[in-house]
């Protein structure tokens, strides 16, 4: 085996600190990459009910109904409405935001209550109903929350 000649030392050289440099900045690309598009989870407690209530400048039911593979909700009665609110649906339209393809084995409930924030057509926070009880808040019945929007809307 020969010795290196001076060529071929600078060679080996500088392809080991090319990889070396290639193996630092494919390290930082990663690194950059999973920092982006890392999940942050909020674990702490979803608003109340009265938090979600206040906060909404309209609130509705809605009843689900199934057909060819789509689920779809009909606004059945708008709970509360801020004089502010732009909202261009009235009873007895299909809130579209809420439409989606259905799975099978999943339940859908009857319907949902749809609280929406200002200025905003996208649900803030959607609570399916299930036999007439809210699922999500407090396991109470339609009309209890109807009773709750009322008496904190007309404090606010």
Do not use: W
């Not at 080996?12 to 900045?25: E, H, P």
């Not at 982006?36 to 809605?62: Q, R």
Request: charged fraction near 20%; charge should be positive; include cysteine.
């Amino acid at each position: 085996m020969q010795p290196l000649s001076g060529r071929e030392k600078v060679l080996i050289t500088s392809n080991v600190l090319l990889a070396v440099l290639v193996v630092f900045l494919l390290y930082k690309v990663i690194d950059y990459n999973l920092n982006v598009f890392e999940v942050k989870h909020d674990f702490s407690a979803p608003p109340t009910m009265e938090e979600s209530i206040k906060s909404a400048n309209l609130i509705f039911k809605c009843a689900n109904k199934i057909s060819g593979g789509t689920l779809e909700c009909f606004i059945e009665d708008i709970i509360f409405k801020d004089a502010s609110s732009d909202f261009p649906f009235e009873v007895g339209d299909s809130y579209l935001p809420m439409k989606s393809k259905t799975e099978n084995n999943t339940q859908y409930g009857s319907g949902n209550v749809v609280l929406l924030s200002p200025k905003s057509r996208i649900s803030k926070r959607s609570v399916p109903i299930y036999n007439g009880i809210l699922r999500g808040f407090d396991n109470i019945t339609v009309q209890e929350f109807i009773n709750t929007v009322n008496k904190i809307k007309k404090t606010s």
